[in-house]
């Protein structure tokens, strides 16, 4: 079975200031990722994904993630915080070998950027 | 503007009384897809369908219903909806391609309080 732990509930960062958005994953196969936020009254929007090939996937707004296989992470990050990131973050796996079309969304995380 | 719609965003019943949340896209996407939100817990998916006339159970479809006539439609059917069913409901679509890289779009969400 496929799952994604989100091990923060909250992250509170100053604008300017680097984040960095926590998610592991556990999948029999080889791995597809994704990044997801929500912002108020609203629907998820897509940020990133990892398919295959460098490590180092940039996405929206100037977020990135690295996947790390040995560590079975798919960290969000970015330089510099801005208020306006303030929003709720999931990570998402797909699991290519099970032929599974779902989705398995972490439980989400709270970025809260002050000023 | 590609988009999923659906409706009611807000939805105020009691326990037993059906109701109906719609959800459409303009988008011509073979896969959609019912989440439920629910705090602490992320996204967890009711049914999906891969096209029309083809609709499977996701992880909870326990007093759920789905249907899928028509490529754009996936209207979601509560037939007697419980205090449980309280949730935050979202409808998602994407093109289904064979790597399941697809990005999934989002509605805007449905809140739905069952007293």
């Known amino acids: 079975a496929q799952s994604v732990a989100q091990p923060e509930d909250q992250v509170n960062v100053a604008e300017g200031n680097p984040l960095t958005v926590k998610c592991t994953y556990s999948?029999?196969?080889?791995?597809?990722l994704f990044w997801y936020v929500q912002y108020p009254n609203r629907g998820l929007q897509f940020l990133l994904k990892?398919?295959?090939?460098?490590?180092l996937v940039k996405g929206s707004y100037g977020f990135e993630a690295e996947f790390n296989k040995s560590q079975t992470s798919f960290h969000l990050k970015k330089p510099s915080a801005l208020v306006s990131d303030s929003a709720l973050y999931f990570c998402?796996?797909?699991?290519?070998?099970?032929?599974?079309?779902?989705?398995?969304f972490g439980s989400g995380t709270r970025l809260q950027v002050q000023p | 503007e590609a988009q999923v719609t659906q409706n009611p965003r807000y939805l105020i019943t009691v326990t037993g009384k059906k109701l109906t949340v719609t959800c459409s896209q303009n988008?011509?996407?073979?896969?959609m897809s019912w989440y439920r939100q629910d705090p602490g817990l992320g996204l967890r998916q009711i049914y999906y369908?891969?096209?029309?006339?083809?609709?499977d159970k996701g992880d909870v479809p326990e007093g759920y219903k789905v249907s899928r006539k028509e490529k754009r439609n996936f209207p979601l059917i509560l037939e007697s909806p419980s205090p449980n069913q309280t949730s935050l409901y979202f409808c998602?679509?994407?093109?289904?391609?064979?790597?399941?890289?697809?990005?999934?779009?989002f509605g805007a969400g449905s809140r739905l309080t069952v007293l």
């Open positions: 369908s891969m096209n029309v006339e083809v609709t």
């Open positions: 998402a796996v797909r699991d290519l070998d099970t032929g599974r079309r779902a989705l398995t």
């Open positions: 999948v029999s196969g080889n791995p597809y």
């Open positions: 998602a679509s994407s093109l289904m391609g064979k790597s399941g890289a697809n990005v999934l779009t």
């Open positions: 988008m011509n996407h073979e896969y």
């Open positions: 990892y398919i295959t090939g460098d490590n």
